[in-house]
């Protein structure tokens, strides 16, 4: 394709122009998959970005990210999904392009997340919905899915934890601040975690080859942390992060009742949620499904082709969300 380009632009020049004609083969790749847009919707008082492609009149699936990121971590997994789902993926308030206004006061906790995340999906009108959580997502979205059982056709949960055991030793320092919350504690974090270092180590470590990831992932996020006021939001959270821990019972109770179809597709090498809070949903849903992916924490960023063709492998077994379904959901 470059001798290709090569030859249109010396062609462009000799006829004194230098506008390029798109090879007829990028244009064929171009269009054969969904184009992703961009949007916001105001919801519990604050300014929600989006990601979105797909028909609207396809199945929608909800994509839940975690910290530090935000919807640019589905950039690879939205177009190979858009084709036969309804994809969106929101900014939660404190990432991304999410603007809360200083007037609305918000208190950043996961039960203010999950009440904000409710309160798009009714502006959007979405009345039924899988739901993809991964890391903060998925305390976010299965007190969600809690509040709405009768919402949620399926959960793909990519290491995002529901357990006591799948909590690895990377918690260690977020723990002690939990059990002692002193400026101390919380300036430790501050210093480890909510850097460029500390961000880049958590999309590279347990990744066999570090260089595949792409570096505009984790500065992007660094930047965003850097914003005024940002980090003492992130470090509310890892505060109020317990909250979810307290709440594991619950969630299990409601995987027990509700019986969501569930697909946990894992990164083993994560030192955050180990591979046994993957393992540990069999115990409430016998019928889930487990797989596990040889790359870390971030295993979009190495393997969203393995993780699309799971997502729609385990969809079509379990008729999600089926037509019937669908014509209701209208």
């Known amino acids: 394709m470059s001798r290709v380009l090569s030859e249109q632009t010396a062609a462009a020049r000799e006829n004194g122009s230098e506008q390029l004609k798109a090879p007829a083969d990028a244009t064929l790749v171009s269009s054969t998959l969904p184009r992703t847009s961009v949007h916001k919707v105001e919801a519990d008082g604050i300014h929600i970005f989006y990601r979105s492609a797909g028909e609207a009149t396809l199945p929608v699936l909800l994509l839940l990210h975690g910290f530090p990121t935000s919807s640019f971590m589905f950039r690879d997994l939205i177009p190979l ?23 609305r006061k918000y208190t950043y906790s996961f039960d203010a997340l999950a009440r904000t995340l409710e309160a798009f999906t009714e502006a959007l009108g979405l009345n039924r919905y899988a ?5 903060y997502g998925a305390p976010t979205g ?21 357990y006591e055991e799948g909590l690895g ?27 460029f270092e500390g961000t880049r180590w958590q999309y590279t ?23 005024p006021g940002n980090k003492e939001i992130q470090l509310d959270l ?3 992060y317990a909250s979810n821990v307290k709440l594991y019972p619950e969630f299990q109770e409601y995987f027990r009742r509700a019986k969501p179809p569930l697909l946990a597709i894992w990164g083993k090498n994560d030192p955050f949620f180990i591979p046994a809070g993957a393992e540990a949903f069999g115990k409430d849903l ?3 499904q487990v797989r596990f992916l040889d790359t870390g924490h971030f295993a979009i960023e190495t393997h969203a082709g393995e993780i699309a063709t799971a997502i729609k492998e ?7 969300p089926g037509p019937r379904e669908m014509a209701e959901s209208r």
Do not use: C
């Open 169 to 195: 030793d990377a918690w260690g320092p977020i723990r002690k601040y939990w059990s002692e919350p002193t400026a101390g504690n919380r300036e430790v974090l501050r210093q480890n975690i909510l850097t």
């Open 81 to 103: 999904l858009a084709g036969r789902y309804r994809v969106i993926a929101p900014d939660l308030p404190g990432f991304g392009f999410t603007e809360v206004p200083e007037g």
């Open 286 to 288: 016998p019928k889930a």
């Open 238 to 240: 890892f505060l109020d």
């Open 131 to 135: 739901i993809y959580v991964f890391d």
């Open 205 to 227: 470590h347990g990744v066999a080859n570090p260089d595949t990831i792409a570096p505009e992932s984790y500065t992007l996020d660094t930047a965003l942390l850097e914003r």
């Open 142 to 162: 299965f007190r969600l899915a809690m509040a709405h059982p009768e919402r949620v056709t399926a959960i793909v949960s990519q290491n995002g934890n529901a």
């Open 314 to 320: 385990f969809f079509a077994v379990n008729g999600i």
